[in-house]
Structures are given as C-alpha cells and as structure tokens.
C-alpha cells in the first residue's frame, strides 16, 4: 500500500515536472533574452536624437532595443537572401574560416541554430525498436524511407533507412540501414517516440500520449 502510494507520488511528479519544467525554462530564457535586447533601448535612442529626432537628450524609449533588434534581424535576412547578400555572406564566412578560435565558435553556433531550425519530424514515418549499437541492445528509432539507388544496391532490397536519435537532444543521431526483418514497428505515434526519447525513457508511451493531448485541448 505505502509503496504504491510512493511509486504513484513520484509518477505525478515527474509528469508535473516534465510539464512545468519546460514552461518554466522558455518564460525564464524569454525574459532574460527580452531584458538583454530592450537595454539597448537608450543606445537606439540616442541614435534617433543624433539623427534628428525631437527627443530630450537621455530619454528611454520602451521597448525599442527589442523592436529595433527584430527589424536588424529582418533587414539582414532581406540582405541575404539575394544574389549580392549571399556573395557577401559567402566572402564573410571565407575571412571566419581564417580565424582559428572564432571558426569553432562560429560554425559551431550555425550548425546548432540550423539544425533546430531545420528539425522536422514530419519527415520520420514510423517508430521502430531496432537492436543498435549491437546485437542484445535495442535502441528506438524512426524510418525515413527505404534505401534507394547505390545503397539499395549494395544492402539488397527491403531496407530501410532508420534514424537512431540521442537522447536528450534528437536532431542528432545515427543513420543506419537495416532490413525490414530486423526493425519492430511500434504502436506509439512520431511524438509519442520523439517525447519518450527527449525525456530519456521517463514518459512512456501513455504518458506521452496525455500529455500531447493535453497540449491540443
């Protein structure tokens, strides 16, 4: 009896804790990230005085750093989406690459803010147990197609590509080829499997299930 009330406690806590953490950290980075752009309010003021607006000198306005951050971030992207934009964009990153310690952090920063830009589990067909990284261990994973041209050639036919995600972050994996006789298709739905493998196998499938339809109600 008491350790079924335990185990129970300690579910309902992991289920508010993985519902509540989550909401916690995007209104804690929200808030940090919108105080650290609106302190550049003073200095974009400054620039409207300089440039001729009648403001008296050491006026704030409210909000401008965080506005005038947003139109920067827009204008740059206009920028570089044309032909002239992206040869300078292209010359920029030639001059970071000769630089040893800024090319690390640099392409480091570009591929992590690309692959949660580029991050689409509508790509993912099903969720499958597959025995990875050898045999005895299983690992869950998701199919994103069958094995076409060279590779169907070399692996045979009825293989499929499987993306074996790390947990907690699943925009990096692996890339395995396996037979179709050596994948478990699994009842869980893509969000089901991409929540149970984020949260480290604590959200089970039931679990997973609830809380994406709490998330929808």
Do not use: C
């Not at 803010?113 to 509508?122: E, G, L």
């Not at 869980?188 to 679990?207: D, H």
């Amino acid at each position: 009896m008491i350790n079924n009330l335990k185990r129970r406690i300690r579910n309902v806590f992991l289920t508010g804790l993985l519902v509540t953490l989550p909401i916690a950290l995007t209104v804690f980075i929200f808030i940090f990230l919108f105080k650290n752009l609106d302190a550049l309010s003073p200095t974009f003021t400054r620039w409207l005085i300089l440039l001729g607006a009648p403001l008296p000198e050491g006026y704030r306005i409210p909000f401008l750093g965080v506005i005038m951050t947003f139109l920067i971030i827009l204008l740059v992207g206009v920028l570089t989406t044309n032909i002239f934009g992206k040869k300078l964009l292209h010359l920029w990153e030639r001059i970071i690459e000769k630089i040893p310690f800024v090319r690390r952090i640099y392409t480091g920063t570009k591929q992590v803010v690309k692959s949660i830009a580029t991050a689409d589990t509508k790509s993912f067909r099903k969720v499958v147990l597959i025995e990875f990284p050898r045999k005895g261990i299983h690992a869950i994973g998701f199919i994103t197609g069958e094995t076409r041209g060279e590779l169907k050639h070399l692996t045979g036919e009825h293989h499929f590509n499987v993306f074996v995600p790390t947990t907690p972050n699943p925009t990096s994996g692996f890339l395995i080829f396996a037979d179709s006789g050596e994948v478990i298709e699994l009842d869980m739905t893509i969000e089901e499997g991409v929540k149970y493998v984020i949260s480290g196998g604590i959200v089970n499938p039931e679990q997973a299930r609830k809380l994406i339809e709490d998330a929808r109600a």
